[in-house]
Nanobody, 125 residues
Framework: QVQLVESGGGLVQAGGSLRLSCAAV????????MGWFRQAPGKEREFVAA????????TYAASVKGRLTISRDSAKNTVYLQMNSLKAEDTAVYYC??????????????????WGQGTQVTVSS
C-alpha cells in the first residue's frame, strides 16, 4: 500500500515562510503527477499546485502563483511546497496527492489516486 507522508506544517506569522514535504513510500507504480491541495474550515478542498513527474512541469492556482513553489526530488520520491509571503488566507490543512495517470487534469482532485494525511498550516495576521 502506497503511503504519502507529509511534514513541515506549523504556525507562522503573515509574511513568513514554510516548506512542506511529502514522501511517497512503498511506491510500486509510475507516477504521473504529484499535487498539493488545501482545505480551510467550512470550505471545500481546493487545488494549490501540481508537478508532472516526467519533465517537472508545474501548474499553480492563481491565488498562490509567485508565492508558492512546488518541486520534486525523484531519487527520494519526495515533493516539496515552498511557501513564501504567507497570508492569513493561506491557513488550511494541506494535503499532498499522487496521480498514476492523467484522468481529468492535474487541477481536479478526482485525478489523484493517493492522498496524505494532511498537515496544518496556520498563518497569524
Amino acid at each position: 500500500q502506497v503511503q504519502l507522508v507529509e511534514s513541515g506544517g506549523g504556525l507562522v506569522q503573515a509574511g513568513g515562510s514554510l516548506r512542506l514535504s511529502c514522501a511517497a513510500v512503498r511506491v510500486t507504480f509510475s507516477t504521473y503527477a504529484m499535487g498539493w491541495f488545501r482545505q480551510a474550515p467550512g470550505k471545500e478542498r481546493e487545488f494549490v499546485a501540481a508537478i508532472r513527474w516526467s519533465g517537472a512541469t508545474t501548474t499553480y492556482a492563481a491565488s498562490v502563483k509567485g508565492r508558492l513553489t512546488i518541486s520534486r526530488d525523484s531519487a527520494k520520491n519526495t515533493v516539496y511546497l515552498q511557501m513564501n509571503s504567507l497570508k492569513a488566507e493561506d491557513t488550511a490543512v494541506y494535503y499532498c496527492a499522487g496521480a498514476i495517470r492523467n484522468l481529468y487534469g492535474v487541477v481536479s482532485p478526482l485525478s489523484y489516486d493517493y492522498w496524505g494525511q494532511g498537515t496544518q498550516v496556520t498563518v497569524s495576521s
